[in-house]
């Protein structure tokens, strides 16, 4: 009895596990957008080896996710923000998502695709207006019995004005107003030259522990 | 070995409501983009202190639903109201869901986010409308209530980011939302606020909607939740 209750057990932290990630990102879609970011900051685990990819460049450590929504983004309880924030944009929705929580329990992989709009700050050098489609490569970790953010990954796919097709926008440079940072994923933008790369993002497939993804990962590299 | 029992039950519970909730809003949402407004109305609570916030106003307890769907819309089965309909189209997705259970399991707090177009027909009241297709995007917040071990929608409220012209960008747009394009109009009252529409100036407000947090009864989150509405007598 006490093997089924296990069993039992399992089957439904692993629902729940689902549930309260989705919800989660749900909350970023829509804290990000409104500049709600010290909400959608404390959502990450504060860990030293939490991972943000952006297009423009990595952040690393809670602290990097600080630098990248607090300062690169900004929040609205900050100073000015009725102001530099004016004229901005973004509509952000999520759906096709893969979500597989690792056996162990602790960990939790998912993808996501997001559709929506920007039209970024009037400061941007480079100011963009568009339809904008991406994916999002997310890991969750368990801390304390409650799920956080631990690694985000966005990989760009689209973002092209109303009046552009997608196939002739031009490159855009639009993120030098950004912190430079390293970059943690390339920087893929559409040309007709090229083939969109494999596996960006890899869709997660079940797992038993993170150490197992992290073992394939280095067998992997070059 | 009861306990552990009981937590299981307990969590299972949560998502099954969690579940059921969605497809009673994404069902909600099917019907009323097919101009199936009856059964859109079915969907909702009869309570007096029902409400539904739309861009052109508030419509309050079920008889204002009752006009806000049967009259200011018009089910698609009645003859005089097929004219209308002829020539529309509502896309809308809805996803990008929270949806959070009060833990009395009374009521529930939910959001949602919607992209989707619009065309409209020539017989639509707003002649600028007459023809025209439309970028829509919303979200959209929304209470529940369980009646008789039913849940139903309580309380809606629909919030623009955009709704602009096939070919135009919005930011070539910046034209408040002229209202309900497809007949006059019988709302109780003026939208609560402001109705966000795209502009240069314009700064995105941060709670349209605010993500529902964890709470233990309808009471303690919302007292009087959606209005200026009082009831007369009880609900």
Redesign the interface.
């Given at each position: 009895?006490?093997m089924e209750?296990e069993w039992?057990?399992n089957r439904?932290e692993r629902?729940?596990a689902i549930?309260e990630c989705r919800?989660i990102m749900?909350?970023y879609?829509?804290?990000q957008?409104?500049?709600?970011n010290a909400e959608y900051v404390a959502l990450w685990a504060e860990r030293d080896d939490d991972r943000l990819d952006m297009p423009w460049g990595g952040y690393r450590g809670i602290d990097g996710v600080r630098r990248c929504y607090l300062d690169d983004h900004g929040d609205?309880s900050q100073e000015g923000?009725?102001q530099w924030?004016?004229?901005?944009?973004?509509?952000?929705?999520?759906?096709s998502e893969v979500m597989i929580p690792a056996d162990d329990g602790q960990t939790l992989r998912a993808v996501w695709l997001t559709?929506?709009?920007e039209?970024g700050r009037?400061a941007m050098p480079d100011r963009h207006?568009?339809y904008c489609w991406a994916r999002y490569a997310m890991d969750f970790i368990r801390e304390n019995g409650a799920w956080r953010i631990w690694h985000q990954a966005l990989y760009p796919g689209t973002i092209n004005?109303?009046?552009i097709s997608w196939a002739d926008m031009p490159r855009w440079n639009g993120y030098e107003y950004m912190t430079e940072m390293d970059f943690g994923i390339e920087h893929w933008q559409y040309s007709r030259e090229d083939v969109y790369p494999v596996d960006r993002p890899a869709v997660p497939t079940p797992y038993a522990t993170f150490s197992e993804i992290e073992s394939e990962r280095k067998e992997a590299a070059p | 070995?009861q306990t552990?029992?009981s937590e299981?039950d307990k969590?299972?519970r949560r998502?099954e409501t969690?579940e059921e909730l969605k497809k009673l809003f994404k069902r909600h949402e099917y019907y009323f983009t097919s101009f199936q407004m009856n059964k859109c109305l079915s969907l909702w609570s009869k309570r007096r202190d029902s409400m539904l916030e739309v861009p052109w106003g508030c419509y309050d307890g079920y008889d204002g639903l009752r006009r806000y769907f049967l009259v200011d819309w018009g089910d698609i089965s009645e003859k005089e109201n097929r004219e209308y309909y002829r020539g529309c189209v509502l896309f809308r997705?809805v996803?990008?869901?929270?949806v959070v259970p009060a833990e009395d399991e009374m009521t529930a707090r939910a959001?949602w986010?919607?992209?989707g177009f619009e065309v409209y027909g020539n017989k639509v009241e707003l002649a600028a409308y007459r023809g025209e297709s439309f970028v829509s995007?919303f979200?959209y917040a929304v209470d529940f209530i369980r009646e008789d071990g039913a849940w139903r929608i309580w309380h809606m409220r629909q919030f623009n980011?955009?709704h602009?012209p096939h070919?135009?960008?919005?930011?070539e747009y910046d034209q408040p939302f002229q209202g309900h394009i497809l007949k006059p109009t019988h709302c109780d009252r003026p939208p609560s606020r402001p109705v966000y529409y795209?502009?240069?100036?314009?700064?995105?407000?941060?709670?349209?909607?605010d993500?529902p947090k964890p709470y233990a009864c309808f009471a303690d989150v919302a007292p009087g939740y959606g209005a200026v509405y009082e009831p007369e007598g009880e609900v």
């Open positions: 009895m006490s209750l039992l057990e439904n629902l729940l549930h919800d749900s909350r879609m829509l804290f957008p409104s500049y709600r609205r923000f009725e924030s004016q004229g901005d944009l973004c509509v952000r929705d999520i759906g559709t929506g709009l039209t009037p207006t568009g004005h109303a009046h | 070995m552990r029992l299981i969590t299972l998502l969690i997705s996803d990008t869901d929270i959001c986010s919607s992209q995007v979200n980011k955009t602009t070919h135009t960008g919005w930011t795209y502009r240069g100036d314009a700064v995105i407000p941060g709670d349209e909607p993500p």
